[in-house]
């Protein structure tokens, strides 16, 4: 998608509205851009909206303050300002354009309306399946990353339309996410991740749009073996939605991983890190029970099997920021 910042800034020129009524447009409209450009998206946003009220419909500037105005709403997730602007920048182009169609699309889903998500994908020039509900597609696997402007957690999904994801790996309970969530995530790529023989696009999560059944349960335990973490990943039970060793799985990204840019990272003495029997597990569940009843048979059937700790605390969804993203 087009960045903001190849939009033209406004110049002064001749109007009927007279020189000091041009020159205020202009001026707004540099402090617009300039609060943009610092992430104060309410100032931005209503600063947009004065230079749209005064500008002629005739004059080509508008559809573009339109788009600034809606991409600001869509930062601050205020969807049915977004789509409307979005909708009225349309409304003044000859042709289709691909950013203003990805924003609308973003804020229609958001909003659950289908027909004008399916609209403004077919401008975008995407297949989605036809119909009158929820879009339900596979649209394969990417990355998203949770809380991009605070500790930025990536993890797998199964997107299931355009923007919209469901949680495959189980998130720290400080996201607030929960496995099985269904999140909303923007439309530009911030990187890629491997999966895989490949690598998948990594989006940033604009928010949650549907919590699942599950809670996450950090569990502190003892594997004499990866077996043994095997065998508990193996196990099946009523309410159990996945275990992740977070152990293995989880790595502190340098910002060049977390963007995809290839590079390599020194181990000490070069030597491989061996196994470590205590480890860190996320276990997705709908109760506490059914993650003891698991671990239970988990200890009775291995030796040196282990279990300190089982832990659950309640994280909100932190409010989402733009200004580091």
């Not at 001026?27 to 209503?46: N, T």
């Not at 889903?109 to 119909?131: E, F, H, K, M, N």
């Not at 993890?155 to 969530?181: C, K």
């Not at 152990?247 to 991983?257: D, K, Q, V």
């Amino acid at each position: 998608m087009p960045a903001a910042g190849l939009i033209q800034r406004m110049e002064p020129t001749s109007s009927q509205r007279g020189p000091g009524a041009e020159l205020d447009i202009v001026a707004i409209d540099a402090a617009a851009f300039e609060a943009f450009d610092r992430f104060e998206l309410e100032l931005a946003a209503e600063r947009f909206r004065s230079v749209v009220a005064a500008l002629d419909a005739a004059d080509p500037k508008l559809p573009e303050r339109h788009y600034m105005a809606g991409l600001a709403y869509k930062y601050l997730a205020r969807w049915a300002d977004s789509l409307q602007h979005n909708l009225a920048a349309q409304a003044l182009c000859d042709t289709p354009d691909q950013a203003t169609a990805w924003n609308a699309g973003i804020a229609a889903t958001a909003l659950g309306d289908w027909y004008q998500a399916r609209q403004q994908w077919a401008l975008a020039g995407i297949a989605v399946p036809s119909g009158d509900g929820a879009i339900e597609a596979d649209f394969g696997v990417c990355g998203v990353r949770l809380n991009p402007s605070g500790n930025g957690e990536t993890l797998f999904a199964q997107r299931i339309d355009v923007v919209r994801a469901r949680l495959h790996n189980v998130p720290l309970s400080e996201s607030g996410f929960q496995y099985g969530d269904i999140v909303l995530h923007d439309g530009a790529a911030t990187g890629r991740r491997r999966f895989g023989e490949g690598s998948v696009a990594v989006f940033n999560v604009l928010e949650r749009l549907a919590r699942s059944e599950f809670r996450t349960f950090t569990v502190f335990a003892n594997a004499p073996g990866s077996a043994d973490i095997a065998a508990l990943q193996s196990v099946a039970a009523p309410g159990l939605g996945s275990v992740e060793d977070w152990t293995a799985s989880m790595t502190l990204l340098c910002l060049r991983c977390s963007y995809g840019i290839p590079h390599e990272h020194s181990t000490a003495n070069n030597e491989p890190v061996g196994w470590q029997p205590e480890r860190n597990l996320g276990i997705a569940a709908t109760h506490r029970r059914v993650v003891e009843h698991v671990l239970e048979r988990w200890l009775r059937n291995g030796r040196g099997r282990r279990v300190d700790a089982i832990e659950w605390r309640e994280h909100a969804v932190p409010p989402h920021r733009y200004d580091s993203c």
